[in-house]
């Protein structure tokens, strides 16, 4: 289905448009939201709430941007205001998982539950995640896509709204800065 | 080699040990109950609307309006007795004055 057909699908029949973008995007969504939230169970609550936010705003849609786009802005900032709220309340049961290196690197501590990272890696991810968040806004998402979730720089240059070559420059200064705060982190550890 | 290039390379190895996790990092597939419930979200938000009674529906907007008027009503009249004290004020310092 082209942009315009869902468009206008979406527009004759709500749960048609709906139901295609369940069996084109959820699979992505659920891996976004996986990434992000670094849960299995929030994730799966933030997949529905996506999903949710969707149907409501479907009419809304009007091809300003592409499909992509609108879904992943609405997945980002639902997880955004996911991860405020569940700061808010600091639920009982945090699990931080950090190992000796990783002690001051942040305080946001998450419950990480990662189903897609082995167990060996455990610790390790969760202090590459931490370093990933303490970078800005645009690089962290931009690494995120990249690196973890495996979109292709054009898939993210379509989501970003940005060329290829800014994407690949940002994402040169994300990696970049990411061994930066990880040297500065390890240094720490050690002194 | 010195000590100083040795914890550099010990550095280096450790951030590449950090950073070389993404690349093992698998997508996880979406289980499969919830995929159902997210098919199920248009009849779900539905019935939502469903439930909700249109007699509930003009109560609250009655109680609502019905609020409105009583605070409209309370302001007209605080203001009624304002003015009405203002005139008393005037009254009785033009009654010293001419004392």
Redesign the interface.
């Known amino acids: 289905m082209t942009e315009q057909e869902f468009i206008d699908c979406a527009k004759r029949d709500?749960?048609t448009a709906?139901?295609y973008l369940?069996t084109a995007y959820?699979?992505k969504i659920?891996?976004s939201c996986?990434?992000l939230l670094r849960n299995?169970e929030d994730a799966?609550d933030l997949?529905?709430e996506v999903?949710?936010s969707i149907?409501?705003s479907l009419d809304s849609f009007g091809g300003n941007s592409k499909l992509s786009t609108w879904i992943y802005a609405i997945t980002h900032n639902k997880a955004k205001e996911f991860l405020r709220n569940k700061t808010r309340l600091k639920r009982q049961g945090t699990l931080t998982i950090l190992d000796e290196?990783s002690e001051g690197l942040s305080s946001h501590t998450i419950n990480f539950n990662?189903?897609?990272?082995?167990l060996e890696?455990k610790e390790?991810?969760a202090?590459?995640f931490d370093?990933i968040d303490s970078l800005a806004e645009n690089q962290s998402r931009a690494y995120r896509l990249a690196?973890?979730?495996?979109y292709s720089y054009t898939e993210i240059s379509e989501i970003m709204e940005l060329s290829v070559s800014s994407i690949e420059s940002l994402l040169f200064r994300a990696n970049k800065r990411?061994?930066e705060i990880?040297?500065d982190f390890?240094?720490k550890s050690k002194s | 080699m010195t000590t100083k290039e040795t914890d550099m390379n010990e550095e280096q190895h450790w951030i590449d040990d950090i950073t070389s996790v993404s690349e093992r990092i698998k997508s996880p597939q979406m289980p499969a109950h919830l995929l159902e419930r997210i098919q199920a979200i248009p009849s779900t938000i539905r019935m939502k609307v469903d439930l909700v009674p249109k007699r509930t529906i003009w109560l609250v907007a009655a109680s609502i309006a019905a609020l409105i008027a009583v605070n409209i009503y309370v302001s007209n009249s605080s203001v009624t007795v304002e003015s009405s004290s203002d005139s008393f004020g005037e009254t009785y310092f033009s009654h010293l004055n001419q004392l």
Do not use: C, W
Request: hydrophobic residues 40%; without cysteine; glycine residues 8%.
């Open positions: 709500k749960d709906f139901s369940t959820a699979q659920y891996g996986i990434q299995e799966e997949v529905q999903f949710v149907y409501l290196h990662h189903p897609g990272v082995q890696d390790r991810a202090v590459l370093a690196k973890i979730e495996g990411l061994r990880l040297a390890y240094q």
